[in-house]
């Protein structure tokens, strides 16, 4: 026999598309041609295979060989292609029989000695292979732990080309995957180091329960940062949805962790100033990469020192924040990837940045708003709430007799404010507030009466709010009636919605 075929798969973005991996040996000149638009890495899979054939005992056919990634229209790219070719090729050659590999995917890269190394992506590559209706894959080694999250398949792994021989020829099994580790602690920053900062802390919690987008101004040593990075221990666990795509995600990057586990704590990223548009946003040769965007999904993407970003990396991020994903087009194609993150970022007042606070601060009124304008209006737009978080006192620092609130018990009371919401637009498939569409909140039966939405209506008269503001203060209105554990939000809601959004929260009430 002189063909063969094994099935594969190959991502674009973060879905996968079963591929078919055929070989054909013909008389003529020996070479070897692969077809169906592999990129570099997958071209080079041609000297791979040859040598993990070779230095596996294995006798190389001297023939023409044909390789053919089907469907030929779509692009393929990585190296996880190269188990599937050495085993169609192998069996185009005779050297193994087809039958037991009828129905089953192979996953993995070749080493040049024929052992078989992890590749990035086997997560999503296995969830198609099952929306495909494939029951069965095999997988490298290290990788086994990660396939093993999708339901309904049955996964085996390799350690080498020699084994997957062996187990084709019924010589000898492949290897179940290694068992779970024991889960470890939670483990991350709690709020309960956070010093004062009452309504900085309160901000937060709303932005928690929400899911809405935050920035925080004021000098350094304020705790912007503290406060920031504090944020994903109060959001509640990914559910089994939100996990995968997130597991996804890391898995794509390289990122996920040796154990395999489904990834459940919220995400975070926070990518320096310094970050290229491709490195925020997503990118690179081919068909794109993830971002910090899109790594950021579920979770928290947190830019600090916003205003020394690039004002083009910073304008990228306006579409993606209202549409919740990232469309990367190439000339290859178009590649998609989820990027529902909140938004937190976090700017000093001025250049001079002087933490003892205005009084100590020597640029003049038109440097300091020269460097809070490369935060543009369109993107702040978009940003629900604004805090200036105030230099501390010695008291504030030093004087507490008790630590403050930790993580776990906001996290309880973020957790009911969420479920309450979850309840109230399940119709939608609306997760938080945050995700409600404006007209939806402006109609029968959740329009609130113009008694408490007063101070909007003469605000967007006014023009000191635009339009998109007025849906976004009616979501955090929604958010502080859900922590408070009632129904419908009031005019005391909608008030401090607004002051939360036009950022005068805290001088109010400091």
Known sequence: MSYARVLCVGLVGVAGHLVEVEADLSTGLPAVVLTGLPDTALNEARDRVRAAVVNSGREWP???ITVNLLPAALPKHGSGFDLAIAAALLAGAGELPSAPLDGVVLLGELGL?????????VLPMVAAAARAGITRVVVPLDNARE??????????AVDSLQRLVEYVRGTGPLL?????????PPAGPDLADVAGQLIARYALEIAAAGGHHLALFGPPGAGKTMLAERLP????????EAALEVTALQSIAGLLPPDGRLVRRPPFQAPHHSASLAALVGGGTGLGR????????RGVLFLDEVPEMARATLQALRQPLESGRVVLSRARGTTEYPARAQLVVAANPCP??????DHACGCSPAVRRRYLGRLSGPLLDRVDIKITVLPLTAVQLMGA????????AVAARVARARSAAAARWSAGGWRVNAEVPGPHLRRPPWRLPVRDTRILHQALDRGTLSARGFDRILRLAWTICDLDGRDRPNAGDVGEAYQLRMGELLERTA
């Open 62 to 64: 001297n023939r023409r």
């Open 113 to 121: 000695d024929g052992a078989v190394r992890p590749v990035r992506g």
């Open 147 to 156: 396939a093993t999250v999708v339901p309904g398949v049955t996964v085996r």
């Open 176 to 184: 179940d995957p290694p068992p779970a580790p024991p889960a470890p």
């Open 233 to 240: 221990s109060i959001l509640p666990e990914l559910d089994d």
């Open 290 to 297: 993830p971002g910090a965007l899109s790594l950021a999904h």
């Open 352 to 357: 001079c940045a002087s933490p003892a606070g």
């Open 401 to 408: 007799s008790e630590p403050a609130e930790p993580s776990a």
